[in-house]
């Protein structure tokens, strides 16, 4: 990967830093903790999800890495030591890794190898403490827990999105017959709002309509329930943003798929 991941470049400062004021903003890590860390049979296990083999493409990979980090130069400016990105976030290291909504076991399974073993033991004190508990714990682990880049981009390539591939191929059908570009927007959605296509609510409407699209392999109908989602954060410019370059990943794949 290269300093800028694709697309950052067609975004002005303005946007950039809109998407960085709504990094806080996940539904994704909450669902995940719920849904999949909290049902092991044993407390602190490793979920049960094994990491897909299906590829999403590097402008989806790129795309994701850009809305958590934005850049390379960003990423070695910022965000190499713990942060805490605010709001119900925990603290968090990488490409918006956030240790507050893993276990010690993942967290072990996800950084081995990538970062010295006595970070990692450092980090396991973060473990499900969240919101304002976090910021401290963030400034305090800063002095001791670096994370180079060439790590973050290791793990969030082969531990992090391989997982969330998983997650999105077992909650919507037919995702075998979209593009690479077109998965990874979908990956780029759940791993921001969780795979919450069977939730009920009017907060998970275009989620449902998604997955009856992929059901009826009405492929043209899924950015256009994407962008509808914008709704939802009406003075969000930064999930505005993400919204549409996600919608529009999703176009482009359909072109080539």
Do not use: C
């Amino acid at each position: 990967m290269g300093n800028a991941p694709t697309g950052s470049n067609d975004l002005t400062v303005d946007e950039i830093t809109a998407l960085e004021q709504a990094r806080s903003i996940r539904d994704g890590d909450a669902w995940y903790l719920e849904n999949v860390l909290r049902r092991g049979t044993l407390a602190g296990a490793a979920p049960p999800l094994p990491p897909s083999q299906t590829p999403i493409s590097d402008k989806a990979f790129n795309m994701i890495v850009m809305f958590e980090v934005t850049s390379q130069v960003a990423y070695q400016a910022h965000y190499q030591h713990p942060t805490w990105p605010q709001g119900a976030s925990g603290v968090t290291i990488g490409i918006g890794y956030d240790v507050g909504y893993v276990s010690q076991n993942l967290l072990s399974q996800d950084w081995k190898d990538a970062i010295p073993d006595a970070m990692i033991q450092a980090l396991i004190p973060a473990v499900d403490v969240r919101g304002a508990d976090a910021d401290q714990l963030a400034q305090r682990l800063s002095a001791t827990v670096t994370v180079p880049w060439s790590a973050a981009i290791t793990v969030h390539r082969q531990k992090v999105i391989p997982k969330w591939v998983t997650l999105v191929q077992t909650s919507l059908p037919n995702t075998n017959l979209i593009s690479p570009d077109s998965l990874g927007a979908l990956v780029s959605l759940t791993y921001n709002r969780g795979p919450s296509f069977d939730s009920p609510g009017d907060r998970y409407t275009e989620m449902r309509a998604i997955k009856s699209d992929m059901q009826t392999k009405n492929f043209a109908d899924v950015p256009v329930q994407i962008r509808s989602m914008e709704r939802l954060w009406p003075s969000v410019r930064g999930l505005q943003i993400r919204r549409e370059q996600e919608a529009a990943l999703f176009e482009s794949g359909l072109a080539v798929a």
